[in-house]
T-cell receptor
Framework: SQQGEEDPQALSIQEGENATMNCSYK?????LQWYRQNSGRGLVHLIL?????REKHSGRLRVTLDTSKKSSSLLITASRAADTASYFC???????????FGSGTQLTVLP | DTEVTQTPKHLVMGMTNKKSLKCEQH?????MYWYKQKAKKPPELMFV???????INESVPSRFSPECPNSSLLNLHLHALQPEDSALYLC????????????????FGEGSRLTVL
């Protein structure tokens, strides 16, 4: 399976704290993306980082990519209760024609 | 709000029924996808259409039959399903760049929750 692994599987934090989620993948990639999914809803694209980039920011989101370790991390700063959701990384390797999603992290932000 | 619309939001069907899930997008995307998602699992790709032609079928059982009547619509026809097919079915779309689908952002619908009795 090309599916990546994410850790932790579940993360519970207080509002205002930072949340860090990690993603590992198995093959070389063109880009890596992060998606959020509220319970029972569709996925929403958060951010894309290309294989030649090491860090990217978008609002309260910071994504890093380490291609030598085949890993990425998503940092959400100053978390809010509305950030409660599942977060998935997804990547497309060079010859693949589709995204492969990681196993996901369930984030709970307590008010 | 998503720009990919899926209907119905909920569907309950028996194992002998025939039903269809529908998906519509008006973003001009020429790649459309069906994913299946079980509880607490990541989405699993079922089918990809590129320029209204089926380009990827991830060994999905024939009781699932996709159809792309035009560039804005994607259907998933369901027949003789099993209880284990109960899941959230997600439609997505994306641009096609250099003839390759899925290189960038996917836009997802809210999904159709299917229950097979």
């Amino acid at each position: 399976s090309q599916q990546g692994e994410e850790d932790p599987q579940a993360l519970s934090i207080q509002e205002g704290e930072n949340a860090t989620m990690n993603c590992s993948y198995k093959t070389s990639i063109n880009n890596l993306q992060w998606y959020r999914q509220n319970s029972g809803r569709g996925l929403v694209h958060l951010i894309l980082i290309r294989s030649n980039e090491r860090e990217k920011h978008s609002g309260r989101l910071r994504v890093t990519l380490d291609t030598s370790k085949k890993s990425s991390s998503l940092l959400i700063t100053a978390s809010r209760a509305a950030d409660t959701a599942s977060y998935f990384c997804a990547n497309r390797s060079g010859s693949a024609r589709q995204l492969t999603f990681g196993s996901g992290t369930q984030l709970t932000v307590l008010p | 709000d998503t720009e990919v619309t899926q209907t119905p939001k909920h569907l309950v069907m028996g194992m002998t029924n025939k039903k269809s899930l529908k998906c519509e997008q008006h973003m001009g995307h020429r790649a459309m996808y069906w994913y299946k998602q079980k509880a607490k699992k990541p989405p699993e790709l079922m089918f990809v259409y590129s320029y209204e032609k089926l380009s990827i079928n991830e060994s999905v059982p024939s009781r699932f039959s996709p159809e792309c009547p035009n560039s804005s619509l994607l259907n998933l026809h369901l027949h003789a399903l099993q209880p284990e097919d109960s899941a959230l079915y997600l439609c997505a779309s994306s641009q096609v760049i250099a003839g390759v689908s899925n290189t960038g952002e996917l836009f997802f619908g809210e999904g159709s929750r299917l229950t097979v009795l």
